[in-house]
Structures are given as structure tokens and as C-alpha cells.
């Protein structure tokens, strides 16, 4: 490959992560075409904080299908750390998903029959952990995200907020490099969805993860470094400084919560 063209060459912002380029994304649906993406051309950072919004159906859930190996574009390339996406074997792709990904979504799929602490630990047995040492390593993800004295609970008896606390250690316990969030927040009040950005931002910061958020919430937009906007097909990346004076009020007011919760 050459350097030139690899993501994760030095750039004055810093190292580039994920490359996409010309992405576009059709659908038939009956005698129409539908393109919720069209022509994408952008790069995340190492260890930024991006995130994807738009209206409803403005094609935000699609981008990250394509992003993170799920959905293979009509047209275009991802590169994710110098791998391109859709030239990996299945094989290859499940892996990759399994060790650079770490997925919370604004539902959760939880095996019943398991503790809080054996859900945690169920991805890493796929990895080849054993069992002691997938037990070790849950429990720790459990205590980076203040869960950990419910290891033995089932995570359908928990609230809302405790669930997707407990998805964030889930995604956190392989240490991956990406975490990848879709609204994840979507179904809590704000003091519970000011807790997951908490933990995303310290993820973030203190981790040094790339978070790809897909949200609607207007008021998490200035916790980005880019701004990913999708509207009508058309995929645009925005600076966090281009809109910095328009959302310094709402970035003060979410950061004394974050604060707040961050003390606790």
C-alpha cells in the first residue's frame, strides 16, 4: 500500500484512523432507488470523539452499518486502521469486529440465563479467553464503569441506565480501539444519558479510544471533535471550531453535569 494513501499516516490534526472514500449506498425498493448515502468522502482521528447526527431516516444507522463491516456500500472504500473493510474474509471481518470493535446500542441483547458478570465475559470466550481469565477481565470492565458490585445480578431486572452501563463494559472488555455507539442514550432520561457520555468520554480521553456516536440529541453535538452531518443523502464533516460559539452554552452546561458525575 502505498504510505500516501494509508489512514493511519501522520497528518498536522493527528493520526488518520478510518478513511472513507466515494461512499455511496442504494437500495431498490420496488420501481425506485433510494440513496441514503451519496458519494462519502471523509477521515476520523486517532482518539477523537466523533459524532453522526441528521434528522430521522436521514441515513445516520446506514453510515455505521457501512463503517463498521455490516453493510457492504454500492459504491466506495473503508479503511479502518490501514485494513479495507470489504476485503477482509468473513473470517477476517468477525475478528476484526470482535477485537477493534466495541458496540453499544440503544437496545441490548442480553442472554437471560447469565449474571451481569457472564454476559460481560460472553464475547471474550469467542476470543479465546478462559473462563477465569474472562471472569478477571469482566470484572474489571464492570468496575471502570461503576458496576461492579452488580456482577451477580441478570441485566434484565436492572434499570435503563444500569443496562447500558453494563453494555459499556461489555464493549470496553476487549480493549478495543473503536468505540461505536448507536443511540445509545435514545432510551434514557438525561441524568442516566449524561452518565454514558461520561463514560465515553473517558473513554476518550483517558483510554484513547475513537468514539463514532450516532445520536439525534442536539445537546451532545459540542462533546465532538468532528461533526459528522448527514442530510438527504449528503454526508458532511464539520470541525468542532466551526460551531463552537453557536453550542459554547450547551457544551458549559452539559460539562458541569459530566463534572458532577464524574466527582461521584
Given at each position: 500500500m502505498d504510505a500516501s494513501a494509508s489512514p493511519s499516516q501522520a497528518s498536522p490534526r493527528g493520526r488518520i484512523i478510518v478513511k472513507a472514500t466515494n461512499v455511496t449506498q442504494q437500495f431498490v425498493v420496488g420501481d425506485e432507488t433510494v440513496t441514503p448515502i451519496k458519494d462519502a468522502n471523509f477521515e476520523l482521528l486517532e482518539s477523537s470523539f466523533n459524532i453522526i447526527y441528521?434528522?430521522?431516516?436521514?441515513?445516520k444507522s446506514t453510515l455505521l452499518n457501512i463503517l463498521t463491516g455490516l453493510q457492504r456500500p454500492t459504491t466506495g472504500t473503508v479503511l479502518f486502521d490501514d485494513r479495507e473493510v470489504y476485503k477482509l474474509s468473513s473470517d477476517e471481518l468477525a475478528f476484526f469486529r470482535a477485537t477493534r470493535l466495541g458496540i453499544v446500542y440503544q437496545s441490548n441483547y442480553w442472554v437471560q440465563s447469565l449474571n451481569v458478570l457472564?454476559?460481560?465475559?460472553?464475547p471474550l470466550y469467542f476470543l479465546g479467553y478462559s473462563r477465569a481469565r474472562a471472569s478477571e477481565?469482566?470484572?474489571?470492565?464492570?468496575?471502570e464503569?461503576?458496576?461492579g458490585g452488580y456482577a451477580n445480578k441478570y441485566p434484565t431486572l436492572l434499570s435503563g441506565g444500569e443496562q447500558q452501563r453494563i453494555a459499556m463494559a461489555r464493549a470496553l472488555a476487549s480493549s478495543p480501539l473503536f468505540i461505536i455507539a448507536d443511540e445509545p442514550t435514545g432510551s434514557l432520561d438525561s441524568a442516566n444519558g449524561d452518565k454514558i457520555m461520561g463514560l465515553l468520554q473517558r473513554a476518550q480521553k483517558e483510554n484513547n479510544r475513537t468514539i463514532i456516536l450516532v445520536t439525534h440529541n442536539m445537546e451532545f453535538l459540542p462533546l465532538a471533535d468532528h461533526l459528522i452531518h448527514i442530510q438527504?443523502?449528503?454526508?458532511?464533516?464539520?470541525?468542532?471550531?466551526?460551531?463552537k460559539k453557536a453550542t459554547d452554552e450547551l457544551?458549559?452546561?452539559m460539562q458541569q453535569r459530566l463534572n458532577r458525575y464524574n466527582r461521584q
Open positions: 441528521g434528522p430521522s431516516g436521514s441515513g457472564e454476559n460481560v465475559s460472553l477481565v469482566a470484572q474489571f470492565a464492570l468496575e464503569v461503576e458496576m438527504d443523502g449528503q454526508v458532511e464533516v464539520l470541525q468542532h471550531e466551526s460551531i457544551l458549559a452546561q
